[in-house]
């Protein structure tokens, strides 16, 4: 299939190797984990309210959505919605057809999935700010995330899977 | 006086077409106009290739950016006094607000897309850096920089401030809606921005809406689904954006390969060594990119300069709509077919899809995706925007994407008749041609 809609092809490739995944956010958190280490994801981040977050990447879910290639379920919870992904027929053909290079590690995106939206939040704003020095880093972290109340302990929890995932 | 309280003996105006005058009072935000980066802003287009849709597209970088600070300059007009407010942020506001898209460099979208560059990197590298800028913000205090630095990057601590330059109904896209109406001439991105003023409110961490100003808040999200289609994403602009990010991959590409240019592109032998210094990035402005584009139109190489041609001349792609789900079969015939008439297809026939172009919708999300607009109801509870309007909850549910697939329907008129390839070719495209 040439170069085409490589990016979209990466994306669905995830949602079939998680076997689904549920919430907008947990996505959004996944990728951007795994371009921080090394994965070729081209979506675009920059950091907001709760942390990363790349607009370049919801289009590009709807789009793949829009095309069939992933089911969105929309559920609706007392004060939000949530959404739930899964590859349909139609996305399990389109990868046979894409010749995407992701060398995905399955067990990653799997121990990703079974993770909180918000450790993965902490996870993700961590490595956003992984260019200061560890001291400073939990400090910033700490600041920006005011609100979520993030303990010592958790922030160690967060150490622990980044040192997993580097192995 | 301290440098930060400096005030000018008299207050300076600039006529704006969109906001009537943008008022100066600060001396640091008169001195931080006057740095050599932020005029640099008056030679990159806020539009980029929209010009050659919208004839009137031609206003810059720095049009808006003063758009920018003069509407948190009334925001923050109305905010004194307001509880949640501090005022001792003014200033930091101010100067975050008139340098956030400092960093863009010429047509940026497509410069950061094919040398993998980020504006946001460069706007901070200029506000810390070795600049003009640096030393007016370091005069205010050897911290400043850096917050301000934050606030653009919206990692500063106190949320409130980042959200005035950057929220789903910041000053940003106010000021960009409207000025990119006016000088495009569509009727589309009006709204009454002055109300929306008045009804904002600083919470804790966030601006909220006053739950009478709803209605005018809901002709703002109405503004950017119309300026989206109609504007943003205008099919021809977008052909422009398709060849403008072809000939940056051909130049590059033949840089690689040892190419010997006629004019050397010296601007840019940084960007395609993947070395770009802050000196070189600032140096690269549109003159000197479309200079390039005249040198190029005259290459031997066949395909860059015919695409710098095109670009020069407004010789720009065709375009059907495609869907790659239903037509994944046609379009590898295509390619095969393109190749067998040696039009390279990597150049030449290219799907563009919506998300390949900047640009944010109005998002509710879900929670803690992305913060929302909040009303603030009567009873002080914050409800999200699309729970309380029927008009943003349709609009936030449409389906805004779409592909297309462009390519050069001249050179494909040119083929012989006798070559099997171009009937076929035709007979593909024409199925559905716009």
Known sequence: MFSLLDNHAKLVKVIAASEGIVGRKKLQKIIYIMKKFGLPFEEKYTFYFYGPYSEELSLRIEEITNLGFVSEVKENKSNYYQYRYQVTEQGEDFLKHSHTELPLMESIVHEMKEQSSRFLELVATMLYFDHLPKHEMEQKVQEVKKKSNYTPEDIQEAWAFIDRLQK | MAYRDDQLHEEKVFKDPVHRYVHVRDRVIWDLIGTKEFQRLRRIKQLGTSFLTFHGAEHSRLNHSLGVYEIVRRILINFEDRPNWNREERLLCLCAALLHDLGHGPFSHSFEKVFKL???????????????????LTKVGNEFPQKVADVINKTYHDKLVVSLISSQIDADRMDYLQRDAYFTGVSYGHFDMERILRVMRPV???????ESGMHAVEDYIMSRYQMYWQVYFHPVTRSAEVILTKILHRVKELYDNGYMFKVEPIPFVSFFEGQVSLADYIRLDEAVVLYYFQMWAEEDDTILSDLAYRFMNRRLFKYIEFNPNLQMNEWMELYQLFRDVDLDPDYYLVVDSSSDLPYDFYRPGEEEERLPIHLLMPNKELRELSRQS?????????????????????LIEKLPEDRPEKEKIKKILNKQES
Do not use: M, W
Not at chain 2, 204 to 210: A, T
Not at chain 2, 390 to 410: F, Q
């Open chain 2, 204 to 210: 804790e961490d966030q601006v909220v809406i006053k």
């Open chain 2, 390 to 410: 029927d008009i943003v909850e349709a609009i936030s549910g449409k389906k805004r994407t779409d592909h297309k697939l462009y390519y050069p329907k001249d």
């Open chain 2, 118 to 136: 980020d504006h946001e990197d460069f706007t901070r590298s200029i506000i810390l850096g070795d600049t003009e800028v640096n030393q007016v």
